[in-house]
Every structure is written in structure tokens, then in C-alpha cells.
């Protein structure tokens, strides 16, 4: 069963990504390192709700 999640940065909390990522193997929140065009560089993007 996979669930549709959107990733925001931790600095700037701008909603850059969306991606999928299956539950029942991945319960914990999703955290990616990414480039955040608001920020300029990569940065930490995690789960929101």
C-alpha cells in the first residue's frame, strides 16, 4: 500500500516535492536530503502531513 507524501525544507518550510512511499515498510517519517529553489542549496526536506 503506498501513500502519496509531501516533502517540505527545514529551513524555509517551502513544500517543494511530492512523492509516494509505501507504508507498511516505511512507518517512520520520510526525510531526504534535496534542493530547495527558495533556500539556493540542498538542504533537509521532510514528511509533512
Known amino acids: ?5 509531501t ?5 524555509c518550510s517551502n513544500r517543494n516535492y511530492t512523492t509516494s512511499k509505501n507504508v ?4 517512520t517519517r520520510l526525510e531526504v536530503q534535496k ?3 527558495r533556500c ?3 538542504t533537509l526536506h521532510r514528511e509533512t502531513k
Open 1 to 5: 500500500m503506498s501513500k502519496k507524501v
Open 7 to 11: 516533502l517540505a525544507c527545514s529551513l
Open 24 to 27: 507498511s515498510t516505511q512507518p
Open 35 to 37: 534542493y530547495c529553489k
Open 40 to 42: 539556493g542549496k540542498h
